[in-house]
C-alpha cells in the first residue's frame, strides 16, 4: 500500500474508521462526500444502490452511534488500487452482540468518501467462543 495513489485513500478510510471509533457523528460526516453512494448487498443476494445526501448521512450515522454505542471497527487487511480501497474489517459490540467480520469498500473522491459497498458478510461470531 505504498505510493501517492493509494496513501491518501488509504488515509481517508483510516479517518473515517476513527471516527466511527470514537462515536462522532461530525467527524464522520467530515470524511463523505456531500451526497455518497452506498451499495448494499442484502441476505437475499439481491444489490440495492442508496444515494445519502448530508442529512440522510447524519440521521443514519446517529442512529447507528445511539444502536450501537460501543462499537468498535477493526481493519484486519486492506488493499488499495487507485481511488478504490478494499477493507476486511471487523465490527465488534461490546455491548454483547459478537463480532461481525465482512468487506467494504471505499471510492475516494478527493478527501471524501464517494461511494461505499458492502460486499460480503462472513456472519456474526459468538462471544462466548474460545477467541471472540
Do not use: C, K
Request: hydrophobic content about 40%; aromatic content about 6%; proline content about 3%.
Amino acid at each position: 500500500m505504498t505510493g501517492t495513489t493509494s496513501s491518501r485513500p488509504v488515509a481517508v478510510v483510516r479517518a473515517h474508521l476513527e471516527a466511527e471509533n470514537a462515536h462522532d457523528v461530525d467527524r464522520i460526516l467530515a470524511t463523505l462526500a456531500d451526497t455518497i453512494e452506498l451499495h448494499v448487498r442484502g441476505f437475499d443476494r439481491r444489490d440495492s444502490v442508496i444515494f445519502l445526501d448530508r442529512a440522510a448521512q447524519r440521521q443514519a450515522y446517529e442512529r447507528a452511534v445511539t444502536a450501537m454505542p460501543q462499537s468498535h471497527f477493526t481493519t484486519l487487511s486492506q488493499i488499495a488500487s487507485g481511488p478504490f480501497v478494499v477493507s476486511r474489517e471487523e465490527m465488534r459490540d461490546s455491548g454483547g452482540r459478537g463480532s461481525e467480520v465482512g468487506l467494504a469498500m471505499y471510492r475516494i473522491v478527493g478527501d471524501r468518501i464517494a461511494a461505499l459497498w458492502v460486499l460480503n458478510t462472513e456472519g456474526i461470531a459468538d462471544n462466548n467462543t474460545p477467541d471472540g
